[in-house]
């Protein structure tokens, strides 16, 4: 199962646009978002039918009962949750991960940085960098595959 994997949106519709017609033609079949999706017609543009979303609060997203009346999916951070056999903690901050509810997980999803970063190992650690492309002008998304647990960044 192919993931991709997003992070500080912040409301462009131009990127988030970009990003799912890469997911598409990835075959990506679920979406995680880690946070700063900001307001809900940001979300609306993530719900793409047949595409599961799923994703945590960030610090800027203050409309919370109207992105959870959209997607029932969004959850606080940390979330840790079963997809395809592995077990996946999403959150905004990685810093405030206690270890213990890491070594439960394959892969730590994160964002807030707005910089991509993949770090290899037990679990793998993915941050995809912004999707907004608002605070570095490189909106960024990655694509996991779940069976391999091999992780790429791509630019949007």
């Known amino acids: 199962m192919k993931v991709g994997i997003l992070a500080d949106s912040h409301d462009n519709l131009n990127t ?8 598409s033609k ?3 079949e679920c979406i995680l978002h880690a946070g700063d999706f900001v307001a809900p017609f940001a979300m609306r543009e993530l719900l793409r039918p047949g595409i599961r979303l ?5 610090n800027n997203d203050g409309e919370k009962s109207g ?15 079963e997809l395809a056999g592995r077990n996946i903690l999403l959150t905004h901050y990685k810093e405030r991960v206690r270890e213990k509810l890491t070594r439960q997980t394959d892969v730590v999803v994160y964002g807030h940085t707005h910089e991509f ?14 999707c907004g492309g608002w605070l570095f002008g490189r909106a960024s998304a990655a694509i996991l595959n779940l069976e391999s647990l091999e992780a790429h960044v791509v630019f949007l």
Do not use: S
């Open 16 to 23: 988030i646009k970009k990003a799912l017609d890469r997911f």
């Open 26 to 28: 990835e075959g990506v």
């Open 54 to 58: 799923v994703g945590v609060f960030g």
């Open 67 to 81: 992105l959870r009346e959209l997607c029932k999916e969004v959850h606080e951070p940390p979330y840790l949750f």
């Open 117 to 130: 970063e993949i770090k290899e190992g037990n679990p793998l650690y993915i941050n995809p960098g912004e």
